[in-house]
């Protein structure tokens, strides 16, 4: 049975680990972590676009919809309370 020293020869001189790191599985599975890291660059710029522009466009509409909301049920309420013909009823 050869020896460890005679196997790591038997390749041209260089170790399994250097013949390993050379061949086309290490070299694929480098290429594929260069394209993920590329990939969650680019998903982490997309996410940060969508959630400013949540924050500028949609909270504010949000929250002028509740504010119309209160406004309406307020309105209704002092209406009641004045003894005024209920209003109708909106149709969905």
């Known amino acids: ?18 013949a390993l790191s050379r061949s086309q599985v290490a070299a694929h599975g480098r290429e594929a972590a260069t394209m993920a890291k590329k990939l969650l660059r680019s998903t982490g710029k997309a996410a940060w676009i969508a959630g400013t522009t949540f924050l500028v466009l949609v909270v504010p509409l949000i929250i002028e919809m509740d504010r119309e909301q209160q406004l309406n049920d307020l309105e209704l309420q002092q209406q009641t309370l004045l003894g005024g013909p209920p209003p109708p009823s909106p149709i969905k």
């Open 1 to 18: 049975m050869p020896s460890s020293s005679a196997l790591g020869k038997r390749d041209g001189g260089d170790g399994i680990l250097a």
